[in-house]
């Protein structure tokens, strides 16, 4: 059975939509994959010990162990996963699986990094250097998303069906806190509720939430 690697005790500003080992545990979820969870307590910084430094040398969550074999980056994890299951991804050497591999990397190169980075400087607002960086950013996310919603006009899902790419998008789009930025793209709000109501989503979160809302005194 997998272990995939999350952080419990993370601090209270910290929404669990927003940590990165909900992609793992989305797709596994989504495809009926068994797995364990090694919580990580960040409140003591675990994630920078040498024991999750030996599966993940960035000291980054997410993680996921399969046996002996130790793997690290959501993306891979997620693919890990759907391979794994032979399901939400498409078979390897066709066009279909570079469409995938597009999507991936558009997710987490194209599109995570200006609406993470606009997060970022929402959630330190009165801070000299996101008053600054504010403006670019949502410039920026705002052409991302504007090119999204384009491309998603018609379609329920990135691929012709839900796959692990729209897992790395959906959670991806949940580093939106700006409701003016994401309300100008109605395909990408409908698409970001379409995946946010697939059960496997709510039990990934629910899953999740046994760390994220567990307190110090309930562990
Ligand atoms: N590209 C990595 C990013 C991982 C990442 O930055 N995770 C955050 C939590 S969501 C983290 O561990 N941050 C703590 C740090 O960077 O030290 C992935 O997708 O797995």
Redesign the pocket.
């Known amino acids: 059975m997998i272990t995939l690697y999350c952080t419990r005790n993370t601090p209270p500003f910290l929404r669990a939509e927003?940590?990165?080992?909900l992609r793992g545990l989305w797709a596994a979820e989504e495809c009926g994959t068994p797995y364990r969870i090694h919580w990580l307590d960040a409140s003591k910084s675990e994630?920078r010990e040498a024991a999750y430094k030996s599966v993940n040398p960035f000291?980054?969550?997410?993680a996921m162990t399969d046996g002996a074999f130790k793997l690290?980056?959501?993306?891979a994890i997620v693919n890990y996963i759907c391979d794994g299951a032979g399901q939400h991804i498409p078979a390897p050497r066709t066009q279909e699986r570079a469409l995938y591999d597009q999507w991936c990397f558009a997710a987490?190169n194209t599109v995570e990094p200006p609406v993470f980075q606009l997060m970022i400087t929402v959630l330190n607002k009165d801070a000299a250097w996101a008053k600054e960086r504010a403006p670019v950013l949502r410039e920026q996310a705002n052409a991302r998303l504007a090119a999204l919603d384009q491309m998603l006009g018609g379609r329920a899902f990135l691929l012709d069906a839900f796959s692990g790419a729209d897992v790395l998008m959906g959670q991806v789009l949940n580093f939106i806190v700006d409701a003016a930025l994401i309300g100008a793209h109605a395909n990408v709000v409908a698409y970001h509720q379409r995946l946010k109501a697939r059960p496997a989503y709510a039990r990934a979160l629910a899953a999740q939430a046994g760390g994220k809302n567990a307190s110090l005194e309930a562990q």
């Open positions: 927003w940590v990165r080992d994630q000291g980054t969550v997410p690290f980056e959501s993306a987490l």
